[in-house]
């Protein structure tokens, strides 16, 4: 997926993650939540989070932005959060 969300804007909006698994350069692919990724960035309460979200993970495929899930409280569901990029848009 095309995005132009960069890393740079999402470390500016929420900091840098708490926790990173796979990397840039990570061979294997995985999928979760829908998304097929082969990084992803997790934070637990993230500043400035506008969704107010418990937690977000940030997928990544290579430099590819590949899409972010939300949990509102620590037992909820994940939710796939599709406001991220006008989010970012507004904070620039």
């Given at each position: 997926?095309?995005?132009?969300?960069?890393?740079?804007?999402v470390v500016k909006l929420f900091g840098t993650p708490d926790r990173t698994e796979g990397s840039v350069n990570e061979p294997r692919e995985r999928e979760e939540n829908g998304f097929r990724f082969n990084e992803r960035w997790l934070y637990k309460r993230p500043r400035n989070d506008p969704a107010r979200a418990y937690e977000r993970v940030?997928?990544?495929h290579r430099y590819d932005f590949v899409g972010s899930c939300i949990?509102?409280?620590?037992?909820?569901?994940?939710?796939?959060?599709?406001?991220?990029?006008?989010?970012?848009?507004?904070?620039?």
């Open positions: 997926m095309a995005s132009s969300i960069r890393r740079n804007d940030i997928y990544w949990r509102r409280s620590p037992d909820g569901p994940w939710e796939v959060d599709g406001s991220l990029a006008g989010c970012l848009s507004q904070a620039a």
